[in-house]
């Protein structure tokens, strides 16, 4: 059992390049979420999805677009990287009101 | 504005002695707070939770406490072991937050000394 598997687990960009960055679970947990944490900001809400065809803004949407095909996958696109999206982002899932279930996350740094 | 805030970034307590977490919050329509534990290069994992009408839960070493009047909340760690030397980030969430989502705060790092 996996449960939430991202990837890759590094990556560099240049400046005005995309990427998308995989999320997959298998517990068949029906909300899924992006974060991205920086020094002294804590977790940040990108983007959420509680179903396969909805997905919803979170705090700092700007810069990520985010699609929800099936109950199992939530790919994250950065569609032009800039320098303030070198973070470390982190896929979240949960089912109903349980706490949320984080992978290990994704290390971005963008020159 | 950050709504929840944890003022210290680090903390250093001897094993075997309390340690205690504070994390304070601004919006009162947050009504049920949880604590998250992180270790470097892992994602964070759940600890301990508590839900406004109660002001304290207890998980075996872990104790939060919560005071709605101060809108402070705690995490208490007796006795303290090496193996929780990890981040710590408190969370809530509300009926006015979108779709319950929660808000981190900026965490604390705590080093238990063997």
């Known amino acids: 059992n996996a449960g939430v598997t991202q990837t890759p687990k590094f990556q560099v960009l240049k400046t005005g390049q995309s990427m998308t960055l995989q999320c997959a679970q298998d517990m068949n947990h029906e909300y899924m979420s992006w974060y991205r944490q920086d020094p002294g900001m804590g977790l940040r809400l990108i983007h959420y999805s509680v179903g396969a065809g909805i997905t919803d803004q979170g705090e700092v949407p700007n810069g990520y677009n985010v699609s929800r095909s099936t109950t199992e996958d939530f790919p994250l696109r950065l569609l032009s990287a800039a320098p303030s999206q070198t973070s470390v982002y982190f896929c979240?899932?949960?089912?109903?009101?349980?706490?949320?279930?984080f992978g290990n996350g994704t290390r971005l740094t963008v020159t | 504005d950050q709504q929840v805030k944890q003022n210290s970034p680090s903390l250093s307590v001897q094993e075997g002695r309390i340690s205690i977490l504070n994390c304070d919050y601004t919006n009162s329509m947050f009504d049920y707070f949880l604590w998250y534990k992180k270790y470097p290069a892992e994602g964070p994992t759940f600890l301990i939770s508590?839900?406004?009408?109660?002001d304290k839960n207890e998980d075996g070493r872990f104790t939060v406490f919560l005071n709605k009047s101060a809108k402070h909340l705690s995490l208490h760690i007796v006795p303290s072991q090496p193996g929780d030397s990890a981040v710590y980030f408190c969370a809530a969430k509300g009926m006015d937050t979108g779709r319950r989502a929660l808000t981190f705060g900026s965490g604390t790092r705590l080093q238990v000394q063997p």
């Open positions: 508590i839900s406004s009408i109660k």
């Open positions: 979240a899932t949960r089912a109903g009101a349980s706490p949320l279930h």
